[in-house]
């Protein structure tokens, strides 16, 4: 089967770093995406990692291991409006057809 | 403002009473898709649409129908709606599907449509 795997729940400190982690198994891969979604929101787009490494985006980056099956979500700084749930999800094929991850819920604590 | 409209945002209603959520957006996008959100699942996909006339199955697409007449809108009808569907749809897009594209991999998701079915 596909699966997306990723913790249904982390909690962490105001101010601290926190990483979300998503291993995966797919028939193909293109891409992991990783998405924001507050209660009651749409899903807003994050970032995308095509190749293994790390993407830098402001307090938020991404990391890729094509060779592992993983990648993770690292927030730093974390701030109170950080609480939401966060989507990984892979592109499988050359049609746009995503797998998502149930999701995991971030908890901040000042 | 770039955007992806979803109507009703909030419906309430009976087994086997055909109903259509609208979904349109103002970005000139290629690709289309509808996904459904149900509680510790994720989003999964129920159609998507990678141009106009061009549509295919996601990977949950029974009970639904969808249609891309023209570019910017992608309703999605339940014929026959049943309790199982009672769920929370999102409408995305994105500008192309084709994977070099660097816009092909940012979708951009409508507020979402949460309906009952009773």
């Known amino acids: 089967g596909q699966s997306l795997e990723q913790p249904s729940e982390v909690t962490a400190v105001e101010g601290a770093i926190v990483q979300i982690n998503c291993t995966y198994q797919?028939?193909?891969?293109?891409?992991l995406s990783w998405y924001q979604q507050h209660d009651g929101g749409a899903p807003t787009f994050l970032s995308y990692n095509a190749l293994d490494g790390l993407e830098e985006t402001g307090r938020f980056s991404s990391f890729l291991s094509r060779s592992d099956s993983y990648g993770y979500l690292l927030l730093q700084e974390l701030q109170m409006k950080d609480s939401a749930s966060y989507f990984c999800a892979v592109r499988r094929d050359s049609n746009y057809q995503l797998i998502w991850g149930a999701g995991t819920k971030l908890i901040i604590k000042p | 403002e770039a955007q992806v409209t979803q109507n009703p945002r909030y419906l309430i209603t009976v087994t086997g009473k055909k109903l259509t959520v609208t979904c349109s957006q103002n970005m000139n996008h290629e690709y289309m898709s509808w996904y459904r959100q149900d509680p510790g699942l994720g989003l999964r996909q129920i159609y998507y649409?990678?141009?106009?006339?061009?549509?295919d199955k996601g990977d949950v697409p029974e009970g639904y129908k969808v249609s891309r007449k023209e570019k910017r809108n992608f309703p999605l009808i339940l014929e026959s709606p049943s309790p199982n569907q009672t769920s929370l749809y999102f409408c995305?897009?994105?500008?192309?599907?084709?994977?070099?594209?660097?816009?092909?991999?940012?979708?951009?998701f409508g507020a979402g449509s949460r309906l009952t079915v009773l």
């Open positions: 797919t028939s193909g891969f293109y891409g």
């Open positions: 649409s990678m141009n106009v006339e061009v549509t």
């Open positions: 995305a897009s994105s500008l192309s599907a084709v994977f070099h594209n660097s816009g092909a991999n940012v979708l951009t």
